[in-house]
């Protein structure tokens, strides 16, 4: 089993046929929020692997996860395979001023958004082929065809991103959802919308107020906004500071695709609204 759809896409590109796998929430859930129904819970007791993102992303299932763990299932965690990133502050951060936003410290201030850099997720599936193995799962070439995919599709995004000048690689998004990929193909995060790793925080008006200043002190001309976005605050934001307003699809596979495509249609997004 798998807790979301993109970590649904990998594993089941990594196990191919060898065995079925099940996504635990559906396309388009909040992961920081779902909560499992009880055959959800019975059917995590019932895996003979689980495959989580970690970092406590699926914050609502983690006692559920537990549980199963207790019970002999196994459970990997994506997160502790990848070198993972802290958050930074943005423009608007004031984590460390006072308490407005706790999801923060309780978090452990490490990004969980890791599926957003290829390579991050090319560590998770070395890691990931000997849990199956010793599950009873010979995965060896499709996790090697995978692998190797991976790479090929870390090369295609930083093609599809190469006609962004480096003046004008800064992004504003809805909330913390693109660091890996920020790290990884030399963007600068001005700052969030919702100054939080979750979609569940709540801007303050001097942190819109700040954030407005600083898409103006950068000439950020784009702000990307995500599901779990409040429209009218995002488009409040863009308004107020000039910058135009480009929907972005962080966590959810467009129809019919894959883990790639979503890659693919991130890094395609952001070369169209910034390569001017």
């Known amino acids: 089993m798998a807790t979301t759809e993109l970590l649904g896409s990998i594993v089941s590109q990594v196990v191919g046929e060898a065995a079925e796998v099940t996504v635990i929430m559906p396309s388009g859930a909040n992961p920081h929020s779902y909560e499992a129904s009880a055959r959800d819970a019975e059917r995590i007791l019932g895996a003979d692997v689980v495959v989580s993102n970690g970092l406590e992303l699926e914050e609502a299932l983690v ?76 995965v060896a070439d499709t996790a090697d065809a995978l692998l190797a995919d991976l790479a090929a599709l870390d090369d295609e995004v930083g093609a599809i991103l190469a006609d962004i000048p480096a003046e004008s690689r800064k992004l504003v998004t809805g ?55 409040p429209e009218s605050v995002a488009r409040a934001v863009a308004d107020d500071s000039g910058a135009q307003l480009v929907p972005l699809s962080a966590s959810q596979l467009p129809e019919g695709g894959t883990y790639q495509d979503l890659i693919r249609d991130i890094a395609s997004t952001v070369d169209r609204a910034l390569a001017g």
């Open 175 to 229: 909330h913390r959802s693109l660091g890996y990929f920020a790290d990884r193909y030399g963007f600068e995060q001005v700052g969030t919308v919702i100054p939080s790793i979750s979609t569940s925080g709540e801007p303050t008006a001097r942190e819109l107020s700040e954030l407005i200043e600083a898409i103006r002190d950068n000439g950020v001309p784009v702000v990307f906004t995500e599901v779990g976005t």
């Open 63 to 138: 006692s559920v996860l537990e549980s199963a763990e207790d019970e002999g299932v196994t459970w990997f965690r994506a997160a502790e395979h990848i070198t993972l990133r802290a958050l930074e502050g943005g423009a608007h951060d004031h984590a460390d001023e006072d308490d407005d936003h706790p999801d923060e410290h309780e978090h452990g201030l490490e990004d969980p958004h890791i599926w957003t850099d290829p390579v991050a997720m090319a560590d998770v599936v070395a890691a990931l082929q000997p849990v199956l193995t010793e599950a009873g799962l010979d």
